[in-house]
């Protein structure tokens, strides 16, 4: 079973500067995904950014980039010029692909970010 | 907003009572993921339905039971409530081709009195 581990459950950052959240997991599969989610006040879960375990380049989302150590099995989240809409719950998660439709994700115990005006 | 849709948004109700939560995926999407989100389990993975069948089992109570009808959406019955049954439901739905992506809707907080 894979496990997913956040060792960070509060950080705080002043607006502006930048923020690296970050996340190990724990799986033998070689072909994975990896996501991270936010989840603001209103508790929608939103997609912030997704790496595919078989690509070495890092996904970038605008001011949302990760940094994927495979080897290390790590997948932290580095956010860029924070803003005050930032504020939020992120969570980690893991996929195995499937070619039976039945992938799930499995969370990490998220990490509480706040950005500081 | 994420083509997710769940209803209601929010649900009170005592113990012992039955209730059901509701989810429509997104168009095109076949696949149905149901979550719950509690401050002292996290996001646990419950049930995974993919047209209609069954695909997937997680930490699902026995109380706990769900169905995907042939129009996709999907439905939570959670029966013979207890206070520790409180906690935020979320649906999430996938193209169940080698789902690479799940999008959530904004859950069902439950609350059990």
């Known amino acids: 079973a894979q496990t997913v581990t956040q060792s960070q459950p509060e950080m705080s950052v002043q607006e502006a500067e930048t923020v690296t959240l970050s996340c190990t997991y724990d799986t033998s599969e070689s072909n994975y995904y990896l996501f991270w989610y936010k989840q603001p006040p209103s508790r929608q879960m939103i997609l912030v950014i997704r790496?595919?375990?078989?690509?070495?380049q890092n996904a970038t989302e605008n001011r949302f980039s990760v940094n994927f150590q495979k080897a290390a099995k790590s997948f932290s989240l580095k956010i860029s010029d924070s803003q005050l809409g930032d504020t939020a719950m992120y969570f980690c998660?893991?996929?195995?692909?499937?070619?039976?439709?039945?992938?799930?994700?499995?969370f990490g115990t998220g990490t509480r970010l706040t950005i500081i005006p | 907003d994420s083509g997710v849709t769940q209803t209601p948004k929010h649900l009170i109700t005592a113990t012992g009572q039955r209730v059901t939560l509701r989810c429509s995926p997104r168009?095109?999407?076949?696949?149905v993921y149901w979550y719950q989100q509690s401050l002292d389990q996290g996001l646990q993975f419950l049930i995974q339905y993919y047209n209609g069948e069954e695909r997937a089992k997680g930490n699902i109570l026995e109380r706990f039971s769900a169905q995907q009808f042939p129009d996709l959406h999907s439905e939570l019955n959670l029966s013979s409530l207890e206070l520790g049954d409180s906690a935020l439901y979320f649906c999430?739905?996938?193209?169940?081709?080698?789902?690479?992506?799940?999008?959530f809707g904004s859950g069902t907080q439950l609350s059990v009195l």
């Open positions: 999430a739905s996938g193209s169940g081709r080698s789902n690479e992506k799940l999008f």
């Open positions: 790496q595919e375990a078989y690509k070495q």
């Open positions: 998660a893991f996929m195995k692909p499937s070619n039976f439709g039945n992938e799930k994700l499995t």
């Open positions: 168009s095109g999407d076949l696949s």
